[in-house]
């Protein structure tokens, strides 16, 4: 008789944004004639940049011809758009990453759940509190969490770093040493950044005790304030400790043409195995690469008007972004996040818990946001809502939430 990896026994309910999208569809299916506003989930709403859509034409043109068709991509992923990424994304901030550290995907969550396959059981995690629920719940399919603590609502193998605040949602160097920490800045769900010295704090210290920095870098792209970091590339010493992820998704609004990357340096090593070797294996033997045409439209991001045209969508959901924050400011409500990413991160109501604000928002307001416990202990009393919207729609649900205070 076949038997189950018990581990996905231990999973708590359906994922967050699978559970929000059964309520809202609940509710709109028992009042068809609401009109609801989604920034909740951090999907783009404005179309491929035009250079992107010319390379896709030209891509599937290609595929017509016997001459000139495509099979399955190297394992790696086209030497072409790895190269337009070390030129672009590393090279032009002054770090050299070399070719066969850069392993081309279909999108930066599907590596930072896969990359977990490369290490043991028993590495200890670290995260952030509130965090992208991917992180735990892989490790919670690979077995690495433990048990959870019904009391306090965490996994009791793992170390979790509040980010509050009091601390302006920056976590502090854990006690407790973990073998594997995951960052994401700009920070999904907060929208906090840090410094490249407060970075290279994170760098020296996963030296020093031997660990593994999964550093996400999904947002990027919506840096606007000098002293944050793009990579995590740019702290000395970063390559010996750090494996980065990186996503089309957001920066050139590729949510449904899917790609992605992951950078593991040669130099990050256990004793003499390269994890890059590792990974290049997993890759090659799990990963069947992202389809030739998408990754022709990934070169076309690079491109002079690809950047020109990106930058301008990036503006764009930016300017959503402030568009929340200072209209919820005027509300009333204490706000952060919105300045160097697409989300903004609030503080509910007295007396209400995030899934209640949740709710009071799509009665009352019609407006779909996220609630902050969907992150993690810390992210209670917080809800998210994201820039990604269309401007008109933005404009739309601010009004709504402010004649709520009325």
Avoid at 8 to 13: F, S
Avoid at 77 to 87: H, N, P, S, V
Avoid at 203 to 208: I, L
Avoid at 279 to 299: D, L, S
Wanted: proline share 5%; with cysteine.
């Amino acid at each position: 008789m076949f038997k189950i990896n018990e581990n996905y026994l231990k999973l708590r309910g359906s994922y967050l944004f699978s559970t929000i999208a059964k309520k809202v569809a609940a509710y709109q299916e028992a009042h068809p004639d609401k009109e609801l506003i989604r920034l909740g989930i951090g999907d783009v709403t404005l179309p491929l940049a035009p250079a992107v859509i010319d390379s896709l034409h030209k891509a599937v043109d290609e595929m017509a011809s016997a001459e000139t068709f495509h099979g399955y991509a190297p394992d790696l992923g086209y030497e072409f758009l790895r190269k337009a990424i070390a030129d672009n994304d590393y090279k032009a901030r002054g770090v050299e990453i070399a070719l066969d550290e850069i392993f081309v995907s279909d999108g930066a969550k599907s590596d930072s759940g896969n990359i977990g396959d490369i290490f043991s059981q028993d590495n200890k995690i670290a995260v952030c509190d509130p965090v992208y629920p991917v992180y735990v719940d892989t490790n919670v399919m690979a077995g690495r969490t433990g048990t959870f603590l019904e009391d306090e609502e965490k996994w009791s193998n793992v170390i979790y770093m509040p980010c509050t605040a009091e601390n302006n949602f920056v976590p502090e160097l854990p006690k407790e040493t973990p073998d594997i920490i995951y960052l994401c800045y700009p920070n999904n769900p907060t929208g906090s950044t840090i410094t490249k010295a407060q970075l290279q704090e994170w760098v020296d210290y996963a030296n020093k005790v031997k660990a593994v920095i999964i550093y996400d870098a999904a947002y990027e792209a919506y840096i606007s304030e000098e002293d944050v970091p793009h990579t995590i590339y740019e702290c000395e010493g970063a390559k010996t400790c750090a494996i980065e992820l990186r996503s089309f998704s957001k920066n050139a609004g590729f949510t449904g043409t899917r790609l992605g990357f992951t950078v593991i340096p040669k130099e990050l090593k256990q004793g003499d195995v390269m994890l890059n070797s590792l990974w290049a294996r997993r890759h090659g033997t799990k990963f069947n690469g992202a389809p030739y045409i998408i990754q022709r439209a990934g070169e076309a991001v690079y491109s002079e008007a690809g950047k020109k045209q990106t930058a301008e969508q990036v503006a764009y959901y930016m300017n959503n972004a402030k568009t929340i924050r200072e209209g919820l400011s005027e509300a009333g409500y204490k706000v952060s996040g919105g300045v160097n990413a697409p989300y903004v991160w609030l503080q509910v109501p007295e007396g209400m818990t995030s899934w209640e604000f949740f709710d009071y928002l799509l009665e009352n307001a019609n407006v779909v946001g996220t609630p902050g416990s969907g992150f993690g202990p810390s992210g209670e009393g917080y809800f998210r809502l994201t820039g990604f919207g269309t401007y008109e729609n933005t404009v739309k649900a601010i009004e709504r939430i402010k004649a709520l205070n009325k």
